[in-house]
């Protein structure tokens, strides 16, 4: 890493990564909106569906509930920040760094080797056990 990158704090790295990936996701979004905009035949099948969005809200929000819920701590997260990449944490039986905070899940490294893959939603309801203190390096 250069100097100017190596002095960032942990958590702004956090964020910095967290905001990337919601970016990323958005514009992939808006371009396929785009994309799909210029069919006439879906522009017709879109009026259709948005005739009906209470019903199809209903749906896919019952369907994807946990994976929304996994989103929405992902967000709660990056914003309060109880970890940070690089901590060293003890989530129930699981202890280790974070390696990693995507939208939907939390990495650990126990430190041999492998990695636990963590649903944010489960940190968000349960107890973190944040055990570094102050703003160590990664």
């Known amino acids: 890493m250069t100097p ?9 790295k956090t964020r910095l990564r967290f905001l990337r990936r919601l970016l990323i ?18 522009k017709r099948l879109a009026t259709g569906i948005l005739a009906s969005t209470a019903v199809l809200a209903a749906i896919v929000g019952f369907a994807a509930q946990h994976t929304i819920g ?4 992902g967000v709660q997260l990056a914003v309060s920040q109880p970890i940070k990449i690089g901590d060293r944490v003890r989530f129930e039986e699981i202890e280790g760094r974070v390696i990693d905070i995507s939208l939907s899940y939390t990495y650990v490294d ?4 492998s990695s636990f893959v963590i649903p944010n939603q489960l940190l968000v309801e349960g107890i973190v ?6 703003d160590t390096q990664v």
């Open 4 to 12: 100017a990158v190596s002095q960032v704090s942990r958590s702004t």
């Open 110 to 113: 126990p430190g041999d080797g």
């Open 129 to 134: 056990h944040n055990m570094s203190t102050g």
């Open 25 to 42: 996701l958005i514009v992939f979004l808006v371009i396929v909106a785009i994309a799909l905009s210029q069919f006439t035949e879906l």
């Open 70 to 73: 996994n989103m929405v701590a």
